[in-house]
């Protein structure tokens, strides 16, 4: 089937250490965004692509990095610098200037 | 920051029609007004969007003011299965900034039986 897949759907990280959380799309789409989600909160940008080898920061890119070497993956890194990292965090794809296509979402929490 | 205003939550009978208004008073001539929705700890999923005319598709309506400062988008026999968070969202159509969806906090939709 078609679609963004996220994995993994949980994962635990303890202080101070980076996690990488990883994005796939097989729908030939040329963007990819990560979003981070707080409880009872809307969605905020973290990073997006438009092209492969290229990406620019969102609203809250601090203490996150990204790559874009491939067309269908776009991993997200929270690094130790991120401060409080525990959220719900989503992937999305897009061909240009159309709607974006999200995926389950990865649930991380600090331990 | 979000550029629409919602309400915080609704509420609606389960076969009723729902009416989830948003307004977009700063909205741009390339700008176009999305909808999403979002189920609880699930991805968001794409509803309908529009430029100016009014829209249709197998999920909903949408409705745009012709001074395109506010839009409702139309649930016509909403179910139980449509308890959301429905995201309202103006992204431009044309540079860098079109890549940018950027959402808001929503209405909390509940569906009653």
């Known amino acids: 089937d078609g679609g963004i897949t996220q994995s993994p759907k949980y994962l635990f990280r303890k202080e101070g250490q980076n996690v990488t959380l990883s994005c796939e799309q097989n729908l030939n789409h040329d963007a990819m965004y990560w979003y981070r989600q707080d409880p009872g909160q809307g969605l905020r940008l973290i990073y997006y692509s438009q092209i492969v080898n290229d990406f620019q920061k969102g609203d809250i890119a601090e203490g996150y990095s990204v790559s874009r070497e491939k067309k269908e993956s776009f991993p997200l890194t929270v690094t130790s610098a991120q401060k409080n990292p525990t959220a719900f965090y989503l992937c999305?794809?897009?061909?240009?200037?159309?709607?974006?296509?999200f995926g389950q979402g990865t649930r991380l929490t600090v331990v | 920051d979000a550029k629409t205003t919602q309400p915080t939550s609704m509420d609606c009978a389960e076969g009723r029609a729902a009416n989830l208004p948003c307004n977009h008073s700063?909205?741009?001539?390339?700008?176009?007004v999305y909808w999403y929705r979002q189920i609880h700890s699930q991805g968001p999923q794409y509803i309908i969007h529009?430029?100016?005319n009014n829209e249709t598709n197998e999920m909903a309506s949408l409705i745009i003011t012709e001074d395109r400062k506010s839009s409702t988008l139309i649930l016509p026999h909403a179910t139980l299965r449509d308890t959301a968070v429905y995201y309202c969202i103006v992204r431009s159509s044309g540079g860098d900034s079109s890549y940018k969806l950027i959402f808001g906090s929503g209405t909390r939709l509940l569906v009653r039986p």
């Open positions: 700063t909205i741009s001539g390339n700008e176009y």
């Open positions: 529009g430029l100016k």
């Open positions: 999305a794809s897009s061909r240009v200037r159309t709607e974006a296509f």
